[in-house]
């Protein structure tokens, strides 16, 4: 764990900071690891898991932000002008491989959420109430689980929460077959410059995904309609291609 706060102000250029566990690594509450003035820092969490307790924070002053493992944020990453990686590599039954839980908010120019534990299952990426996403040029959200008939257990797929929030102007959702499960988060996104793939799309009862006058058009394991899909004056199609 981390509970204490690391400032680097003093280096005119880039500097690494690399953490390392072979079974996690916890930001404790209100922990800040801050780069200023001339410094830029590039910052790696490298373990099982690795979560940010609420209040806590990661300014890189425009260096890249990656962490690995099973992840939960309630904190801070704030790379400026550099990229956000989050890649979970472990398998983590129905609790989640990347949790943006409330207060969680990733800023950076490049933000990917990729999950990708090796389990046919997947591990699911969860926005939840009170997130949000702040990328300057590109979101993506990807979980490789091929799982296409476990919609709505937990185990793979991107849920997007109502309360969420991606300001992006790019967005890409794919999944290797589970499912993208639309539940009210808000997408501040050119809908031409939103790509969706993968299984099957799944929209929250009381929920409508609005294409703001676009084609709606999804090929995949189908799609599971609770709530309202609002084409306008678009078109919709959806092609259902694989065996469930």
Known sequence: AVNNNSIENTYNGTESLTLAAGTGITLGNNVAITASGSSKLNVTLNGGAS??????????NGGNIALSGITTI????????????????VWNDQNG???????????GSNVT???????????????NSGSQINASTSTVLQDDGGAPDNDGQGYGGVVLNSGATVNSPALTVHTGGTEINYEGATLNTPYSNIALSGGSFMIGSGYTWNTQGNDFNFTGSGAQIYGTLNAG????SITDTVWN
């Open 51 to 60: 979560t940010m307790n609420a209040g806590s924070s990661i300014a890189t």
């Open 74 to 89: 309630a904190g801070t990453l704030n790379a400026g002008t550099g990229n956000i990686s989050i890649t979970d590599t």
């Open 97 to 107: 491989g990347i949790l943006l839980n409330s207060s969680a908010n990733l800023i």
């Open 113 to 127: 959420l990729h999950s990708n534990d090796g389990n046919w299952l997947g591990a699911q990426i969860r926005l």
């Open 233 to 236: 004056t678009g078109n919709i």
